[in-house]
């Protein structure tokens, strides 16, 4: 019971900084809330599995033993989620690197305040 609530803990403790840091100004800070809440629902799947100890592995053939194994569809799922996330987190990042160079600044207000002119527009009135 005590490693359930030390998973549960971990969870939501990742669930609270990841939200935390999704609502921030910045676009990095976004982008790690992203990350940390991508790994805490691969931990909530890893969690929902349960406990392996005493199970025989997940393979058919002639030494397969009889009885509980452990379900392999957690661990294929886990490992799908982290690929999306991979790819979903080198796409965010990407486009945060680029917000950065075209605008000058990755804070979320100054990137849409009408006022502030941009770095590629600056560039182009030191050009002509």
Same mark, same amino acid.
């Not at 990095?28 to 005493?54: E, H, K, T, W």
């Not at 996330?85 to 990042?93: C, I, K, N």
């Not at 605008?103 to 990137?111: E, F, K, S």
């Given at each position: 019971?005590?490693?359930?609530?030390?998973?549960?803990?971990?969870?939501?403790?990742?669930?609270?900084?990841?939200?935390? +840091?999704?609502?921030?100004?910045? $676009?990095?800070?976004?982008?790690? &809330? /992203?990350?940390?809440? =991508?790994?805490?629902?691969? %931990? #909530?799947?890893?969690?929902?599995?349960?406990?392996?100890?005493?199970?025989?592995?997940?393979?058919?053939?002639?030494?397969?033993?009889?009885?509980?194994?452990?379900?392999? +569809?957690?661990?294929?799922?886990? $490992?799908?989620?982290?690929?999306? &996330? /991979?790819?979903?987190? =080198?796409?965010?990042?990407? %486009? #945060?690197?680029?917000?950065?160079?075209?605008?000058?600044?990755?804070?979320?207000?100054?990137?849409?305040?009408?006022?502030?002119?941009?770095?590629?527009?600056?560039?182009?009135?030191?050009?002509?």
């Amino acid at each position: 019971m005590n490693n359930q609530l030390d998973a549960a803990v971990l969870i939501a403790v990742l669930f609270g900084a990841g939200i935390y +840091l999704c609502l921030s100004r910045r $676009l990095l800070r976004v982008l790690f &809330g /992203f990350l940390m809440i =991508s790994n805490a629902a691969n %931990l #909530v799947l890893l969690a929902v599995s349960g406990d392996p100890s005493g199970k025989s592995t997940a393979v058919v053939g002639p030494d397969s033993v009889s009885g509980t194994s452990v379900d392999p +569809l957690p661990q294929a799922l886990i $490992l799908t989620a982290i690929v999306i &996330g /991979f790819a979903v987190a =080198s796409y965010l990042t990407i %486009l #945060v690197y680029r917000l950065y160079t075209d605008r000058g600044t990755a804070n979320i207000p100054r990137l849409f305040d009408p006022a502030e002119p941009t770095a590629g527009a600056a560039a182009k009135e030191d050009a002509s």
